[in-house]
């Protein structure tokens, strides 16, 4: 089971963030102005587990004109004056495939459910902090004063009892869709092809394909732009693929740190001896 | 041009450190605005982020714990290893010494590690399970058989107990102690950060490299001069060792070299690389004369190594914190692969 975001039809309501954090019980974690736009939250962390972000650009989106009817009102994100455009997208932990926090975690406190989501086990991490570099999009995070690591859970709670998750729930645009994969995967190719037959040249997926460096998000994103406008990697890789290589290294530097010294001993001999 | 441009312009104005530009693409852009001075080492990054901010979540590690953790591992586990070639060699006052500073490094070592935990008290739960996959799992294991040997191998020595015993445990932190020094640079690559995990090649080498000049500065400082002929070769292969890996990682790992050249990262790269040239060349030069100057010269190889664990972890925070460091090398890898799945007509 997973997310589709369909950023084109995002309106930045922030329902999501709302919900989430309503149903989640996630501490607040401080309200500024940051002027980024109407973002206020900044990017996800142990206290922000949905995301919205908010570009604006000087760009028009597919045929969209100034003063001209928008009658095709699907084409989604808003087309303001003067060509400008808002583009808004909510953002979450991407429960890849092959996730990087759950590898490196040492107490198997994050594990994996059933729906194939990550999930972190709160009463087992002990704080070490390790998953939150290994992840490749800067989702999850150490809580300040608690010293565990948290995000965003799929609400395991909810769907463990056959409810959609709640920032899905909330979303009043279905930005947010929640099902299973394949399904949503259709459902975005279709998407994809239907904004660019309306000239929204710009519109991709984000994390839908199975064969990428995480082996494909469990959360992937329609998107408007390149993935980098949105604070997102554009070509992520799971930590743990070169671990091999880096254990070899290691093991190669280990050898050459004991071969090297035992050499220097031999070349020396014993005491007052050759040297 | 909209009033919302201002908005864009105020951030960026916020943003000294900062060339991002919000919404608009690589493709197309003209050169990076120039002025600001500063030499490029690699090709001019050009990139776009979401208003500057990182990509990627920085450590939440505190330096001086795992930095700290780092150096004191490795410390630990070349001293071993010098330890039991000092003791084979009938060098006893240094295999003692070396004996002692590898059960109080790797003490130290646990103990910063233990510290860095949000929830120290649930140290325990890293023992629950053993994860390959998990460098940390891994070295909560391999601390836990090397600490033991490294423990009974003083132990022994200082009581004078058991001996066969005591060579036993010699010989077997001799042999687990390049592990404990050389996976911790597996720990660091192991994660997005880009200046660690572009490195992951020659990161352990760096660090088995600058931790047989810690132990052999630490022989320096603590063994008789009659018998530290030896500890000064041993300070030539680590130091020649270090230098070498550094010098291939900064060519190798392009961009993501750069934060170990630049702030604070740069500064204890360069203090790492002048101790280790001081401390060498005062060692080979004067170390088999003089107490005093081997001593000096141990303590500088000590420091060296400090600041090189120091330089290597801030290289990580620093390029961790500005998200050029992922956007640029993945936007290239993307571009040598050529059109690929994210990039549909
Ligand atoms: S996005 Fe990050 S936190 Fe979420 S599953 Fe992937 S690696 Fe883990
Ligand atoms: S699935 Fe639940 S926890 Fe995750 S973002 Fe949505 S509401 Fe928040």
Same mark, same amino acid.
């Given at each position: 089971?997973?997310?589709?975001?369909?950023?084109?039809?995002?309106?930045?309501?922030?329902?999501?963030?709302?919900?989430?954090?309503?149903?989640n019980a996630v501490p607040e974690d401080g309200l500024e102005f940051t002027g980024m736009s109407y973002d206020n939250t900044q990017g996800l962390g142990a206290d922000t587990w949905r995301h919205v972000a908010f570009i604006e650009?000087?760009?028009? =989106?597919?045929?969209?004109?100034?003063?001209?009817d928008h009658g095709a009102a699907d084409q989604g994100a808003a087309a303001g004056a003067g060509g400008m455009r808002w583009l808004m997208a909510s953002d979450v932990c991407k429960h890849c495939t092959h996730a990087a926090c759950l590898d490196v975690c040492p107490t198997g406190s994050l594990f994996r459910t059933e729906f194939g989501? *990550? *999930? *972190?086990?709160?009463? =087992?991490?002990?704080?070490?902090?390790?998953? *939150?570099?290994a992840c490749p999009y800067g989702v999850i995070d150490q809580r300040k004063g608690d010293g565990r690591a948290w995000k965003c859970t799929l609400c395991y709670d909810r769907i463990g009892v056959g409810q959609e998750p709640a920032c899905a729930k909330a979303c009043p645009t279905d930005s947010i869709q929640f099902g299973p994969l394949d399904e949503l995967r259709e459902r975005a190719a279709m998407r994809v092809d239907q904004l660019h037959g309306l000239g929204v040249e710009d519109a991709r997926l984000y994390g839908q394909d199975p064969d990428d460096g995480v082996g494909g998000d469990g959360a992937f994103f329609l998107l408007l732009d390149e993935p980098e406008v949105y604070g997102l990697p554009p070509d992520p890789v799971v930590t743990t693929r070169d671990l091999p290589s880096m254990?070899?290294?290691?093991?190669v530097a280990a050898a050459a740190l004991l071969g090297g010294l035992a050499t220097v001993f031999a070349a020396h001999g014993r005491e007052g001896g050759a040297r | 041009m909209s009033s919302s441009e201002v908005g864009k312009e105020g951030v960026r104005g916020e943003r000294p450190g900062r060339e991002a530009q919000i919404g608009k693409g690589l493709r197309g852009r003209g050169r990076r605005r120039g002025g600001r001075g500063?030499?490029?080492? @690699?090709?001019?990054a050009?990139? /776009?982020?979401?208003?500057?901010?990182?990509? &990627? %979540?920085?450590p939440v590690w505190k330096s001086l714990d795992i930095a700290g953790y780092f150096f004191l591992g490795g410390l630990a586990g070349a001293g071993s290893v010098l330890a039991a070639g000092a003791q084979l060699t009938g060098r006893t006052a240094a295999a003692r010494a070396l004996k002692i500073s590898s059960l109080a490094a790797i003490g130290g070592?646990?103990?910063? &590690? @233990?510290?860095?935990?949000? !929830?120290?008290?649930?140290? #325990? %739960?890293?023992?629950? @399970?053993?994860?390959? /996959?998990?460098?940390?799992?891994?070295?909560?294991?391999?601390?836990?058989? #090397?600490?033991p040997a490294a423990g009974a191998a003083a132990a022994l020595e200082v009581t004078g107990l058991l001996p066969r015993l005591g060579r036993a445990a010699t010989a077997g932190a001799a042999v687990l102690g390049p592990a404990v020094a050389a996976y911790t640079a597996v720990l660091a690559a192991d994660t997005a950060v880009p200046a660690w995990h572009e490195a992951h090649r020659e990161l352990p080498f760096v660090f088995v490299g600058s931790a047989a000049a810690a132990a052999a500065g630490?022989?320096?400082?603590?063994?008789?001069? !009659?018998?530290?002929?030896p500890m000064r070769t041993a300070a030539v292969f680590g130091a020649g060792l270090e230098l070498a890996a550094a010098a291939v990682l900064e060519r190798r790992a392009g961009l993501a070299a750069e934060p170990y050249r630049r702030g604070r990262a740069g500064a204890y790269m360069r203090a790492g690389e002048v101790l280790s040239a001081a401390g060498t060349a005062g060692c080979v030069l004067l170390g088999g004369r003089s107490r005093a100057a081997a001593a000096l010269s141990g303590a500088a190889l000590l420091a060296s190594s400090a600041c090189t664990r120091f330089g290597v972890f801030h290289a990580g925070v620093q390029s961790a914190e500005d998200p050029k460091y992922t956007v640029v090398p993945q936007r290239e890898r993307l571009a040598a692969r050529g059109p690929g799945p994210t990039r549909e007509p």
């Open positions: 089971m997973g997310f589709f975001t369909d950023t084109s039809v995002c309106i930045g309501c922030k329902a999501c963030e709302v919900a989430c954090k309503e149903w650009q000087s760009k028009p =989106i597919g045929q969209n004109e100034t003063g001209v989501t *990550v *999930v *972190v086990q709160e009463d =087992i991490c002990n704080g070490c902090g390790y998953c *939150v570099p254990w070899r290294h290691a093991g | 500063e030499k490029a080492m @690699v090709p001019e050009e990139f /776009t982020s979401y208003y500057g901010k990182p990509i &990627l %979540n920085p070592s646990t103990a910063a &590690l @233990v510290h860095d935990l949000g !929830r120290p008290e649930r140290f #325990y %739960n890293m023992l629950r @399970v053993m994860k390959p /996959t998990s460098p940390m799992s891994v070295g909560s294991w391999l601390l836990a058989a #090397y600490g630490m022989a320096l400082v603590a063994a008789p001069v !009659r018998e530290n002929a």
